[in-house]
């Protein structure tokens, strides 16, 4: 197993030349590496591949025996026959601006997969799940990011491979009406198979970090109109309830690949908050509490001004949780967003917790990551920690922005790389450009009461291939890449502007 040390370096790997990924499934590496599981044509465009490998190296993985046939980076903490999860950022199938900047690219898992049946072996398997937002079409997204391609030629390649989508509920939405401008939308919740081990409702109960809240449980709320007040019915004064695949809690290793991206809610979506996409259910997710500070709720600075709360209200008309209809007049849509952005810069009319002030989302996603590290396969918390855990962040295209689910593209060039999932959030932080102490899942990082970090920032080690980021911990301001936060967070997270304010003073 790997020794202390290892557990708290950070690789942050760097793509030279032109910024991209390779394009074609199912992204076979570039060179025959000595270590190779089976024999494969060449992708000579796949520059996504050597950075995962040089990672794994700069790591310390397996040190001795690197660039040799018995390399075995992840034998480090992958047993022969260890069942394994993998879990990308998939959050959707679409995007504005471009998708390469939502989520996280099939070349990167495809180089971690590799490694890991390497490690786990013919006894082992390997799982990919995501359980996207419910509006994403998955058959399009394995088009699109090519899994499904490259998951069937692993399969012939004879690795134990399955890929699924852990949902068991969409949302399907289609025009009724689209002509002159006018657009009328009808949407449903409907329910699918979901994963093929089933569920398991994981009760955190007072060890829950939004017990600390609870006394508000009646004002949670998640992130949908329609079945918002549906958070409440999963927490209160004794419940803190999440419902996760029986797959992940049966896993003896997790490897989490987020993507390196800016967030509405949480300022950052990187290792931590990666883990939402690991639950059921996510209308029990609480997101928010209803009502301002002065209100005892984070959901907006100020309340929203009456004729835009008449809209938003008026934004769809919904039938028993099931079904809602929403109605466009020409050009209003188009409209209405540019002003949603316009206030949010100004910090007006804000909703749903979309500025830095929200005090909801991180309570839930240390949540999931003490589930993770600490429930067994019924359900049950330990103290001790139950599975082993490696992430590794996609950051070759970054997201910046309007984060998570409208990035703008970042050609960042990096992969960022560790065993302790603070320490990569940090790091990502960091590199990003951001201040830490601003963004809440790592400024509360010592309060859950099942850790899933050492939390001691002091001990992180960057290892790279870049001398400057190895003095992203002491001179931050002269390594950053300067991504621009989403509206509501802009002026207040960005580490430049707050360490010149701090040496003014």
Same mark, same amino acid.
């Given at each position: +197993? @790997? ?12 793509? /030279?030349?032109?910024? /991209?990924?390779? &394009? ?6 570039? =060179? ?7 024999? !494969? ?13 040089? @990672? ?10 690197? $660039? ?31 998708? #390469? @900047? ?12 590799? !490694? ?23 058959? $399009? ?33 289609? #025009?009724?009406?689209?002509?002159? *401008? ?39 709320? *998640? ?81 929203? #001004?009456?004729?835009? &709360? ?17 109605? &466009? ?18 910090? %007006? ?6 500025? !830095? ?8 996603? !240390? ?19 139950? &599975? ?6 996609? *950051?070759?295209?970054? *997201? ?34 951001? #201040? ?9 990082? %010592? ?27 002491? =001179?931050?301001?002269?390594?950053? +890449? ?24």
């Amino acid at each position: +197993m @790997a020794n202390v040390d290892n557990k708290d370096k950070v690789a942050v790997i760097r793509q /030279r030349g032109e910024v /991209r990924y390779p &394009r074609k499934a199912p992204f076979n590496p570039p =060179e025959r590496y000595p270590e190779r599981p089976f024999e !494969y044509l060449l992708d000579k465009t796949n520059k996504a591949y050597p950075l995962v490998r040089e @990672a794994l190296h700069r790591l310390g993985l397996d040190a001795d025996k690197y $660039n040799t046939p018995s390399w075995n980076p992840m034998g480090e903490f992958i047993r022969k026959g260890d069942n394994v999860v993998i879990k990308p950022n998939w959050v959707l199938d679409k995007s504005e601006h471009d998708l #390469d @900047a939502l989520i996280t690219h099939m070349s990167i898992v495809r180089a971690l997969v590799d !490694y890991a049946w390497i490690a786990c072996g013919k006894k082992g398997m390997i799982q990919i799940l995501e359980s996207p937002i419910q509006g994403t079409d998955w058959s $399009n997204l394995m088009k699109v990011t090519g899994a499904g391609k490259t998951v069937d030629y692993l399969k012939e390649k004879g690795v134990n491979i399955c890929l699924q989508d852990i949902r068991s509920e969409c949302f399907i939405e289609r #025009d009724i009406i689209n002509l002159a *401008g006018w657009r009328v939308k009808f949407f449903q919740r409907k329910n699918i198979s979901g994963t093929r081990r089933g569920f398991v409702d994981v009760n955190l109960g007072h060890r829950s970090m939004l017990d600390e809240v609870k006394e508000k449980a009646g004002r949670f709320r *998640g992130i949908q109109y329609w079945t918002g007040k549906d958070a409440s019915n999963a927490h209160n004064s004794r419940n803190h309830k999440y419902r996760i695949p029986r797959e992940i809690l049966e896993s003896d290793v997790f490897i989490n690949v987020p993507k390196l991206k800016t967030h509405r809610k949480a300022g950052v979506t990187l290792s931590l908050k990666n883990l939402v996409g690991i639950a059921d259910k996510k209308e029990w997710l609480p997101h928010f509490i209803e009502g301002t500070p002065n209100r005892g709720g984070d959901e907006a600075p100020t309340q929203r #001004d009456l004729h835009v &709360r008449v809209i938003d209200a008026l934004s769809i008309f919904s039938f028993f949780k099931r079904f809602g209809v929403s109605i &466009r007049p020409p050009g209003v849509e188009k409209i209405w967003r540019k002003k949603i952005e316009d206030d949010l810069k100004k910090l %007006r009319n804000v909703r749903q917790a979309n500025w !830095y002030g929200g005090d909801t989302v991180w309570r839930m996603v !240390y949540d999931l990551n003490m589930i993770l590290f600490h429930a067994d396969a019924k359900g049950r918390l330990h103290n001790r920690q139950l &599975r082993r855990y490696f992430c590794l962040i996609d *950051g070759i295209v970054g *997201g910046e922005k309007f984060g998570p689910l409208n990035s703008v593209p970042k050609k960042s060039g990096v992969v960022i790389a560790g065993r302790d999932p603070a320490f990569c959030e940090l790091v990502g932080t960091r590199l990003m450009g951001f #201040d830490e102490d601003q963004i809440k899942t790592l400024k509360n990082i %010592r309060k859950p009461s099942l850790s899933f970090s050492s939390g001691d920032f002091n001990r992180v080690k960057i290892v790279s291939d870049e001398n400057k980021w190895k003095r992203l911990m002491s =001179e931050p301001d002269k390594a950053c +890449m300067h991504f621009i936060p989403a509206p509501g967070w802009k002026g207040h997270i960005e580490l430049v502007n707050n360490i010149r304010k701090s040496r003014s003073q």
